[in-house]
């Protein structure tokens, strides 16, 4: 076999084609793409109803109900759109959230506590404000 018939057996694109073989398994189907998109829709939609009909009196109960939509509508990009999976790169895309969500909860609650011992302390008390001039 001449070097250019091992070439265009190397790259052709039929059945019997030498090389390693590409894996679309990280891709999503249109069908994937369109129960994301509606899901989307739902869960945007619904929170929007609650706020703007004030179905729920107490606003932070209607604060605690859009955020745990907000959870839900990430979770569902990440599946959806991002195609994150525990078979997705060997699992390596799940470790890289799991340690970016710790890191993130880890810098809010510290900068969260940070912010609340500096008020908690710096502010004056009643007591100190009386003897200001």
């Known amino acids: 076999m001449s070097a250019a018939e091992h070439h265009d057996r190397a790259h052709s694109h039929g059945p019997d084609r030498a090389g390693p073989r590409e894996d679309h398994s ?3 189907s249109l069908r994937d ?3 994301g998109f509606l899901l989307s ?3 945007t ?13 107490d606003r932070q109960a209607t604060a605690l109900v859009v955020m745990a939509f907000a959870i ?5 990009h990440m599946i959806y759109f991002l195609h994150m999976n525990t078979r997705a790169e060997n699992g390596w895309t799940i470790m890289a959230l799991i340690f970016t969500v710790i890191i993130v909860i880890i810098a809010l609650s510290g ?6 011992h500096l008020n908690h302390n710096m502010m004056p008390t009643a007591h100190e404000m009386g003897q200001m001039p």
């Open 26 to 28: 990280g891709h999503g």
């Open 33 to 35: 793409y369109v129960v």
């Open 41 to 43: 829709v739902v869960l």
């Open 45 to 57: 939609a619904i929170p929007f109803w609650l706020v703007m009909s004030n179905a729920i009196a």
């Open 72 to 76: 839900v509508q990430i979770v569902v």
């Open 111 to 116: 900068s969260l506590w940070v912010m609340y």
